[in-house]
T-cell receptor, first 113, second 116 residues
Framework: QKEVEQDPGPLSVPEGAIVSLNCTYS??????FMWYRQYSRKGPELLMY????GNKEDGRFTAQVDKSSKYISLFIRDSQPSDSATYLC?????????????FGKGTHLIIQP | GAVVSQHPSRVICKSGTSVKIECRSL??????MFWYRQFPKQSLMLMAT?????????EQGVEKDKFLINHASLTLSTLTVTSAHPEDSSFYIC????????????FGPGTRLTVL
């Protein structure tokens, strides 16, 4: 079993829809959870950073962490065509900048105009 | 702020040659830099952690003699792929940890290496 599982998609939704992206993991030591957005042939860009369980909201993005289920989610409201990208979840058992991160494969998201 | 650059963005080389990739933090000091590799449709995989002024720490399965890492200053780390082979063809991405913002890594744009 891989440490982080993420459906690679592609996930295609119409503009304006609510998007739900998810990852599951097996390492109970993970405490820091991140979501990155990656455009084709570019480096990842940090979207959300959360510690332990709970919710965090930033504009149209909401990140949820359920450590008891080892499950994290990213919700995108009022999705736009510019949100089309690959979304990577990443995790760490120390502060997210202290050690290297463990990434999921990424979900390719397509927002249809 | 928090910009990380990589050079070159793309390189094509012949099998058996060595290739050097540079990673620079442009507007912050990075005590730690990380090197990742990403194969098509795969996760970013951590290769090594590089701390300024000390030897890099390599992940299991990564050959330290093949992937030479030098972190000579607080703004520059280099990755040299020695005696490159076609199976080394990949997307190499570095990230840097801001000395002042401990919890976040900033990623470079990546370098696409193709070995013929």
């Amino acid at each position: 079993q891989k440490e982080v599982e993420q459906d690679p998609g592609p996930l295609s939704v119409p503009e304006g829809a609510i998007v739900s992206l998810n990852c599951t993991y097996s390492n109970s030591a993970f405490q820091y959870f991140m979501w990155y957005r990656q455009y084709s042939r570019k480096g990842p860009e940090l979207l959300m950073y959360t510690y332990s369980s709970g919710n965090k909201e930033d504009g149209r993005f909401t990140a949820q962490v359920d450590k008891s289920s080892k499950y994290i989610s990213l919700f995108i409201r009022d999705s736009q065509p510019s949100d089309s990208a690959t979304y990577l979840c990443a995790m760490s058992d120390t502060g997210g900048g202290a050690d290297g991160l463990t990434f999921g494969k990424g979900t390719h998201l397509i927002i249809q105009p | 702020g928090a910009v990380v650059s990589q050079h070159p963005s793309r390189v094509i080389c012949k099998s058996g040659t060595s290739v050097k990739i540079e990673c620079r933090s442009l507007d912050f000091q990075a005590t730690t830099m990380f090197w990742y590799r990403q194969f098509p449709k795969q996760s970013l995989m951590l290769m090594a952690t590089s701390n300024e002024g000390s030897k890099a720490t390599y992940e299991q399965g990564v050959e330290k003699d093949k992937f030479l890492i030098n972190h000579a200053s607080l703004t520059l780390s280099t990755l040299t792929v020695t005696s490159a082979h076609p199976e080394d063809s990949s997307f190499y991405i570095c990230s840097a940890r801001d000395r002042e913002n401990y919890n976040e890594q900033f990623f470079g744009p990546g370098t696409r290496l193709t070995v013929l």
